[in-house]
């Protein structure tokens, strides 16, 4: 089924504000994005060509399975309590190849992405896939499932939420 153009419009606006509020480290706004029951998830490889694919069960790189976890992770950002983001990095995301399904509840959304991070005098890239499940209510868009590919061979300096 084609998705109206009006509506890929809108769900690409959704995925670059997202991008956005990340590079201007607008917190509040970026988890006002996610559904309460977001999983939010970033695999890790488990050979060559396949990543981990029980988050419950297996290696993750990053694994909430609700928003509550990812504002945990905002307040140890904000207040300094997590040494690994300090000092915290510039960072650009940029996103490219998005497509838009239907899905059973809301849409699914498959795109390419590029971020760099620069910090203490370093910039570092990281790329990959993402994979989002976008609800849609009366109200807008809100992002039910986020799961990250991080296709990097080696990662050089932490990862965290604001790197992908």
């Not at 997590?82 to 940029?94: D, F, G, V």
């Not at 991080?150 to 939420?161: A, K, R, S």
Request: with cysteine; proline share 3%.
């Amino acid at each position: 089924m084609t998705i109206a153009l009006e509506t890929q419009v809108r769900v690409q606006n959704f995925i670059y504000a997202e991008l956005r509020y990340l590079d201007d480290r607008d917190w509040d706004n970026w988890l006002s994005l996610f559904d309460e029951g977001v999983e939010f998830w970033v695999p890790a490889w488990d050979s060559e060509y396949e990543t981990t694919t029980d988050p419950q069960s297996e290696m993750s790189l990053i694994f909430y399975s609700s928003r509550s976890g990812l504002e945990d992770r905002v307040f140890r950002i904000r207040t300094g309590l997590s040494a690994a983001s300090t000092p915290l990095p510039r960072t650009c995301h940029i996103v490219s190849n998005i497509q838009i399904t239907e899905a059973s509840e809301g849409y699914g959304v498959t795109a390419n992405w590029v971020s760099y991070a620069f910090r203490n005098g370093e910039t570092t890239t990281f790329y990959g896939s993402y994979n989002y499940r976008i609800l849609e209510d009366g109200s807008g868009f809100r992002i039910g499932a986020k799961k990250i590919i991080v296709m990097n061979d080696l990662i050089p300096t932490v990862l965290d939420i604001y790197n992908i």
